[in-house]
């Protein structure tokens, strides 16, 4: 009886030697990037990340969440760079003094999914606002992300600031706000013919489109701009800033680019890499 | 297998134990010598049990006291107790003799062996390897003999042993018993059989509702009762 | 690529993903059994004032929502939380760490009624034996060792199933702290659902053979033992 007693012991002992051997390894040349769904979603990282482990051997860890959770798990610490597209939340960090500078990246744009009965009527307008418009006045379903990410910021602005809607005050129930990313919110659409704000990379790489399809696109303001920051090593002594740096040099330097252009989804590019815009 | 004699007698000093709702054992107060087999009678919750667990200490008195010969109360006495469904511990019959072995602080390298000779005595020497829950009701009787032996007591509680196993197995039991006795293991033992009782005894004590109604030598006792509760008892009449 | 092309030819995401998710599981199993089995052993064993709160108390525990303790364990790992120079947010052990506090309670209260049901069963024969605590404790843990395997898989298969804890605390980064459950998460987000109703069906099917095992080693110990 004792004998098999301390077999199990040392079973036990074992068994937690690969957990704890998982850590030492893992640790030695990585950062944290806490990002967004629609660039991990749309299979962005994917590509990428593998072309700069190569090139530098360090490993990226990326939390994908909405840009407001990055954003605050960068406020956190718990992150080495943060990754997200909503500029007025990127602007506020820095002033914040959480982030050491920003850089432009890339942009796509977002794109107005609906289905393809269309209630509202929207089909081929080039004025988002209208569109919007349209879709309270019809009472039509639509989706909302409701996530403080960068899209869910960038459809509020939508509402309030270019179709003078004060969405909070006046929305339905017809207006579902799902708190969500990406993928759950398409999901969502999709299942209940809802109208919904997507990036166009993560609705490119989606793949339960169903009868959806772009209704609006092209309008100024559906603009996507992404930009990159590091985390303030001078509030968080953990923050790797060299391994960091070294990754925010490589997005913005003409091979992190070139890739960025590179990445295409049935022969569609995704996102465009604009690093020497600086008003980006 | 002599234990120190100073165990014996085992006395019963006004011992009494009562709860709430009644009173178990009234006043009880009984010398135990050494020697032959000391049988406890009488009907069913007359406190036979609970006489033989007080004894054991599983159960304390509310009044009185026990004495173990002259001891002082610092040293446990060597004794040990069969119940009357003896549970069987999830193991092989073999174990469950080596557990009691090492609770009695017998050295690992003597378990084997007292082991051996214990199912001997009992008669399960050939069936040690199997699960001890799988042997029949007489089998498991017999093995919670052999544990309750492993302690090597000088007094050795049994707790109507025999109350539900069939005539074979029960003689298995009486002959272990009278052997042990035999080898001077004080046995005391409660049973409502009267053969039995007349077959084993050397003393005998009749209970009834707590209290103690006689205490004499069996000839005696089965020969003239000098109780009233005893005639009754012996001519199988219902005490109340 | 379908769930089952992964699976038949031994794709090695699909199989760092399996591995995950069994280390984390299993490992979290074991730390709540060390912790849960004990104290499921002292609450059958021991009265004192206040017994019956702490039992109701572990027995509420057992509905603890996953993503509470994900979110409890969140802010205390994290760097600006009060464990955060562990550095462990975001690693397999942030996750093994939350699973084992959702299972710990489940181990904890069907151990404490086994043990109490045996103690029931073993107190006379214990006590007149002789048996000290310490080695009563052993006994009947020893002894009640099926059921508590039993235990341990109801445990096994809340920690196999749970995701919003691990999510949380984990972040579902690719190659690192992704599970099968995250990663069905993550497709069926991607409107990968086929690929994600493929990764459960292999995960029912893992919980299932882990199942059988226990089953196969208790008949096998239940034949010697009885």
């Known amino acids: 009886m004792i004998n098999r007693r301390t077999v199990m012991l040392a079973a036990a002992l074992v068994a937690s030697i690969p957990i704890l051997a998982t ?17 991990q979603d749309s299979g962005l990282f994917g590509y990428l990340l593998p072309l700069f482990k190569e090139k530098t051997g360090i490993d990226v860890k990326v939390v994908a969440q909405g840009t407001g959770q990055a954003l605050d798990t960068g406020r956190r610490g718990d992150a080495d760079v943060v990754f997200v597209h909503a500029k007025s939340a990127e602007e506020k960090f820095l002033a914040e003094g959480e982030g050491v500078r920003r850089f432009p990246v890339m942009y796509n744009d977002f794109v107005l999914i609906g289905p393809k009965s269309d209630p509202a009527g929207i089909n081929g307008m080039k004025d988002v606002a209208k569109a919007f418009q349209m879709i309270k006045e019809k009472q039509a379903p639509f989706i909302s992300r409701g996530d403080r990410s960068g899209t869910h910021i960038a459809e509020l602005a939508i509402w309030n600031k270019d179709a003078g809607i004060d969405i909070e005050r006046d929305k339905g129930a017809w207006y579902k706000s799902i708190g969500q990313g990406m993928g759950a919110a398409l999901n969502t659409a999709a299942a209940s013919d809802a109208y919904v704000l997507s990036d166009r990379g993560t609705w490119l790489s989606f793949k339960n489109k169903g009868d959806q399809q772009i209704l609006v ?4 303001r559906l603009f996507n701009q992404y930009g990159v920051m590091l985390v303030n090593p001078a509030k968080h002594q953990n923050v790797k800033k060299d391994l960091g740096q070294q990754f925010i040099d490589w997005l913005i330097s003409p091979e992190g680019q070139k890739a960025i252009a590179n990445y295409k989804i049935n022969g569609e590019q995704l996102f465009y890499p604009n690093a020497d815009d600086k008003s980006a | 297998m002599h234990g120190p004699a100073s165990d014996l007698p085992l006395m019963f000093v006004d011992a009494s134990i009562v709860t709430r709702e009644v009173t178990m054992l009234d006043r009880i107060t009984l010398t135990v010598k050494p020697g032959s087999p000391t049988i406890l009678i009488g009907p069913n919750g007359s406190g036979k049990t609970t006489l033989l667990r007080a004894a054991m200490g599983l159960v304390h008195l509310s009044k009185g006291r026990i004495r173990w010969g002259d001891r002082d109360g610092d040293t446990p006495p060597k004794n040990a107790i069969m119940f009357q469904r003896p549970t069987m511990l999830r193991r092989s019959a073999v174990a469950n003799v080596r557990y009691a072995l090492a ?3 017998i050295p690992r390298a003597q378990r084997h062996e007292r082991a051996a000779e214990l199912l001997a005595l009992v008669g399960l020497h050939d069936i040690g390897s199997r699960p001890a829950r799988r042997l029949s009701g007489g089998e498991q009787q017999r093995l919670a003999l052999a544990r309750a032996l492993a302690r090597d007591p000088t007094v050795l509680f049994l707790d109507e042993p025999t109350a539900s196993l069939d005539p074979y197995s029960t003689k298995a039991i009486e002959d272990i018993v009278r052997a042990v006795s035999a080898r001077g293991v004080k046995v005391i033992m409660s049973t409502h059989d009267i053969g039995q009782a007349k077959r084993l005894a050397g003393d005998v004590v009749l209970l009834h509702r707590g209290r103690l109604i006689e205490s004499t030598p069996a000839a005696e006792f089965f020969a003239t009762p000098r109780t009233e509760e005893a005639r009754k008892f012996m001519a199988g009449e219902l005490l109340v | 690529m379908s769930a089952l092309q992964l699976v038949l030819t031994g794709d090695p995401g699909l199989f760092a993903i399996v591995r995950l998710s069994l280390l984390v599981s299993l490992s979290a199993v074991l730390f709540a059994a060390l912790f849960g089995v004990p104290l499921g052993a002292f609450l059958a064993l021991t009265r004192f004032p206040g017994r019956e709160a702490l039992i109701v108390i572990m027995n509420a525990l057992m509905g603890l ?4 303790a994900g979110l409890a364990i969140f802010l205390l790992l994290s760097r600006s939380g009060p464990l955060g120079s562990w550095g462990i947010l975001f690693t397999p052990q942030a996750m093994v760490i939350v699973q084992a506090l959702l299972v710990a309670p489940i181990i904890a209260a069907l151990s404490r009624q086994t043990i109490e049901d045996l103690w029931v069963e073993y107190r006379d024969e214990l006590a007149a034996m002789d048996v000290g605590p310490a080695q009563r404790v052993a006994t009947l843990i020893w002894d009640a060792r099926f059921s508590l395997v039993t235990a341990l898989l109801a445990g096994f298969g809340r920690a196999a199933a749970e995701v919003g804890a691990i999510i949380i605390v984990g972040g579902n980064i690719e190659g690192f702290t992704r599970t099968m459950t995250t990663a069905i998460a993550l497709e069926t987000s991607k ?3 086929p690929l994600a109703v493929g990764l459960g069906l292999v995960l029912i099917l893992i919980v299932v053979v882990i199942n059988a095992l226990a089953w196969g080693m208790r ?5 010697y033992a009885g």
């Open chain 3, 191 to 193: 409107g990968d659902l």
């Open chain 1, 217 to 220: 696109e092209g309008d100024k």
């Open chain 3, 65 to 68: 929502p996953p993503v509470v």
């Open chain 2, 103 to 105: 609770a009695a602080n």
């Open chain 1, 23 to 39: 850590s030492v390894s893992a640790q030695d040349k990585s950062i944290v990037v806490s990002s967004t769904t629609s660039t």
């Open chain 3, 219 to 223: 008949r096998a110990g239940e034949r």
